[in-house]
C-alpha cells in the first residue's frame, strides 16, 4: 500500500492520502459534507452507528472545523479508486501518541457498496498507518452491541472483544449494550502483513497531491 503525502508533511502528522489497491482515504473536506448530511438521514444505519440524529448544515460545518482543528483525530473519506465514488468515511480518533493508543472507525454508507471488501480495505490503509506511521501499539472500536454485522466484520479482521459497557446506549426506547474490542500490532502484523516501517512506503511518495 501507499501513503501519499503532502508537501512538507512530518512524521506525527496527518497525511493527505493512504492509498491501497481498490480504495483511497482522502482528509475530508468542505465539498464532502453534502455527503455527510445525506448520509446522516439514514436512521437504520445512525442506529446501528451509535449515531443520535441527522446534520443540519450548521452541524457539518461545526464538524469540519473540529476535525481540522482536532490533533488526536484524521479523519478520511473512502474513495472507490476505479469510479472515484465517495462510499463512506474512516479515521482515527482520540490518538493518544504518550500511551501509543488510538480509536478507529470505519462506516461504509453507500448500501450498495456493502459486501465488496472496501470497508476491510480502508482499515488495513488505517492500521498500517497508525501501526507503521504513527507508532501506535493498540487500536480500539467501540461496537453497539445488537449490530451483528459489525462484531462479525471487526472480529474478522482480528479485533478481540475486552468487554462492555453495559446499557450503555440507549435507542429505540430501549437500553443496549455497547462492546469494546482492539487489535494490537503485533497481531496485526501477524495476522495481515504490512510495512515494517512507514519509511518503507516514502520512497514511492508524491507530494502535493489530494
Given at each position: ?15 493527505t492520502?493512504?492509498?491501497?489497491q481498490?480504495?483511497?482515504?482522502r ?14 438521514e439514514?436512521?437504520e ?10 446534520m443540519?448544515k450548521?452541524d ?19 474513495v ?13 480518533l ?14 461504509i ?5 456493502w ?33 451483528e ?8 479482521l482480528?479485533?478481540k ?10 435507542y ?34 508524491t507530494?502535493?497531491?489530494?
Open positions: 500500500m501507499q501513503f501519499t503525502m503532502g508537501s512538507g508533511e512530518k512524521r506525527g502528522t496527518k497525511p492520502t493512504l492509498v491501497g481498490r480504495v483511497s482515504l482528509p475530508l473536506a468542505r465539498g464532502d459534507l453534502v455527503y455527510l448530511r445525506k448520509w446522516l439514514d436512521a444505519i445512525r442506529g446501528l452507528i451509535g449515531e443520535t440524529s441527522p443540519s450548521a457539518s460545518e461545526k464538524f469540519l472545523e473540529k476535525v481540522r482543528a482536532d490533533t488526536q483525530r484524521a479523519w478520511f473519506m473512502v472507490v479508486r476505479e469510479s472515484n465514488r465517495v462510499i463512506g468515511e474512516a479515521g482515527l482520540r490518538m493518544d501518541h504518550a500511551w501509543h493508543t488510538t480509536d478507529i472507525s470505519v462506516i454508507w453507500e448500501r450498495d457498496e459486501g465488496k471488501g472496501y470497508g476491510t480495505e480502508a482499515i488495513l490503509l488505517l492500521l498500517d498507518y497508525a501501526f507503521g506511521h504513527l507508532k501506535f501499539h493498540r487500536a480500539a472500536i467501540g461496537v453497539v452491541g445488537f449490530n454485522r459489525a462484531l462479525r466484520f471487526w472480529a474478522d482480528g479485533f472483544r475486552e468487554g462492555a459497557q453495559r446499557d450503555g446506549y440507549y429505540d426506547g430501549k437500553y443496549h449494550d455497547f462492546i469494546l474490542m482492539s487489535i494490537l500490532e503485533d497481531e496485526f502484523r501477524e495476522l495481515h502483513g504490512g510495512s515494517s516501517s512507514y519509511e518503507s512506503n516514502q520512497s514511492r511518495r507530494e502535493g497531491r489530494r
